[in-house]
């Protein structure tokens, strides 16, 4: 009786799968044709810039520059990148450069270092510690803040120290260091408030510089990954050895002196960073880009130059988790901050738009009505009913980012001066075996806001897969594109 019951739930879902291929099949070939129309509309569009490579559009290109390459913040474009924008269309930028997803700060340095004012929104307390701390480190430094410094690399005035600081573990971080480190840390936080205030800021920031160097962990995309040293391993898992550890004395003296050589570079008088560079050109709101953005008056800005979260999965509040506990935040803290970020992973949950700000009825129809995009919905739930998604967040997910990636232009189009321009970072991404063409279905969208899609920049080298996509469909290599979009 159970093998004939076994047989007829086989049975049952082998005539479930057969009857929800041909309606995969449909709707793939629905999204080809739909993606092929619209990358004719765009063709003129396309072009290749030499001058872009995968190190300009990410981190990378920052690792040889004074400050920015300070800290690893992997989700950051180049200051190269941001330079090459000013400096192609110099003349063309009036007033203040506007960036929605600020990071650590690329954009306001990099456009102020240029004597351009820029304001920016962050909602990663990681992201606004960053900023604060530079912003403090641009005040003119004095022989006794460098001979501070210098003291403490020489010195190590936290080793001993006596009033100690633990700072704050969340479930994802627990026992994330030897207890030496973990020991350290704690002396190094009590005794870097003995000194003032700039002194205090470049000591914090070396510190959340060196965290994934000194703990078990090491970011690897949607989540930290562990070292078999902490303990955490997971049964059947292979060993994972993230290689050599460094003790905290080693990596935050290290640091301290690349700091130090940083400032000795610089011209006189003794400042972090470019003699044009100047605090009060740069304004940082801390908070959502969807909570700010309807804050800021109409037509105040010349351009905006930004890069948001890609609809990737990936989840800061986990990747930057050491980070925020450093910062003391709670569980409970991070739990919220999840939502609150655009909706990139598959535990954001759905927003409620129109509560945020009914005016963005309209923004929301946009995204609605787009037919690519709608197509892409379908399928989705689709393959979300027949059970083949490795996650049923995805289609959530997805209609959350384009819903509010919508609201988000829809509100740069709103504050940007006439003719001003919109540059922005983004990567195609692809799941349950169909490409999602994000630049194009975003760049339909911006034109029923007013935007003239001028160019989309295509960085030379296509971008791969996950490892589940290709061993299920292949690899299909993805775009990753910078926009120029024209306010009419």
Same mark, same amino acid.
């Given at each position: ?143 006794? %803040? /460098?001979?501070?410094? #210098?003291?403490?690399? &020489?010195? $190590? @005035?936290? +080793?001993?120290?006596?009033?100690? *600081? ?95 050589? %940083? /400032?000795?570079?610089? #011209?006189?008088?003794? &400042?972090? $960073? @470019?003699? +044009?560079?100047?605090?009060?050109? *740069? ?104 059970? &083949? ?100």
């Amino acid at each position: 009786m159970r093998s004939e019951l076994l047989t007829t739930s086989l049975d049952s879902e082998t005539t479930q799968k057969n009857e929800t291929q041909p309606k995969t099949s449909e709707l793939r070939d629905k999204i080809a044709a739909l993606d092929a129309e619209l990358a004719e509309v765009f063709k003129a569009r396309f072009s290749t810039a030499p001058f872009l490579s995968r190190k300009t559009v990410s981190f990378q290109g920052n690792k040889d520059k004074h400050a920015y390459g300070w800290y690893k913040y992997k989700e950051a474009f180049s200051a190269g990148l941001v330079e090459f924008v000013l400096t192609s269309y110099n003349g063309r930028i009036s007033g203040k450069v506007l960036d929605p997803f600020a990071g650590i700060g690329t954009t306001l340095f990099a456009a102020s270092s240029q004597g351009i004012p820029a304001d920016g929104i962050e909602l990663l307390p990681i992201g606004q510690e960053i900023i604060r701390a530079r912003l403090l480190s641009e005040k003119e430094l004095t022989t006794n %803040d /460098i001979a501070t410094l #210098e003291h403490w690399t &020489t010195y $190590f @005035p936290w +080793k001993g120290f006596q009033d100690r *600081i633990p700072f704050s573990t969340i479930r994802i971080t627990e026992n994330a260091y030897p207890s030496e480190t973990v020991e350290a840390i704690e002396r190094y936080r009590g005794a870097l408030q003995q000194e003032n205030e700039k002194v205090q800021a470049i000591l914090c920031l070396t510190l959340l510089c060196v965290l994934e160097d000194i703990s078990y962990t090491r970011k690897d995309g949607q989540y930290l990954r562990w070292d078999a040293r902490s303990g955490k391993r997971r049964p059947g898992t292979k060993a994972f050895n993230k290689g050599k550890i460094l003790a905290f004395d080693v990596a935050v003296t290290a640091k301290l002196k690349e700091i130090l050589s %940083d /400032i000795r570079d610089a #011209e006189l008088p003794v &400042t972090l $960073f @470019p003699v +044009k560079q100047n605090a009060a050109n *740069i304004r940082l709101f801390n908070g959502s880009c969807l909570e700010v953005l309807p804050t800021l008056e109409t037509a105040s800005y010349g351009a905006v130059m930004t890069s948001p979260p890609y609809c990737n999965r990936y989840d800061y509040t986990r990747t930057y988790a050491l980070e925020l506990a450093m910062l003391n935040l709670t569980q409970a803290e991070v739990l919220s901050l999840r939502q609150e970020m655009l909706s990139c992973t598959v535990e954001n949950r759905e927003k409620d738009l129109l509560k945020i700000c009914p005016e963005w009825k309209s923004f929301i129809d946009a995204a609605n009505q787009q037919k690519l995009l709608q197509t892409i919905h379908t399928y989705l739930e689709h393959e979300k009913a027949s059970g &083949t998604l490795n996650n049923n967040g995805i289609p959530r997910m997805v209609r959350g980012y384009f819903s509010e990636m919508a609201c988000v232009i829809g509100e740069c189009a709103r504050v940007l001066k006439p003719n001003a321009r919109l540059f922005m970072v983004n990567d195609n991404v692809r799941y349950a075996g169909v490409s999602i063409s994000v630049d194009m279905i975003l760049s339909d969208i911006a034109q029923t806001f007013g935007f003239e899609v001028e160019k989309i920049l295509v960085v030379p080298g296509k971008k791969g897969n996950s490892s589940q996509q290709m061993g299920a469909y292949g690899r299909v290599p993805l775009r990753k594109c910078v926009y120029v979009w024209r306010k009419r």
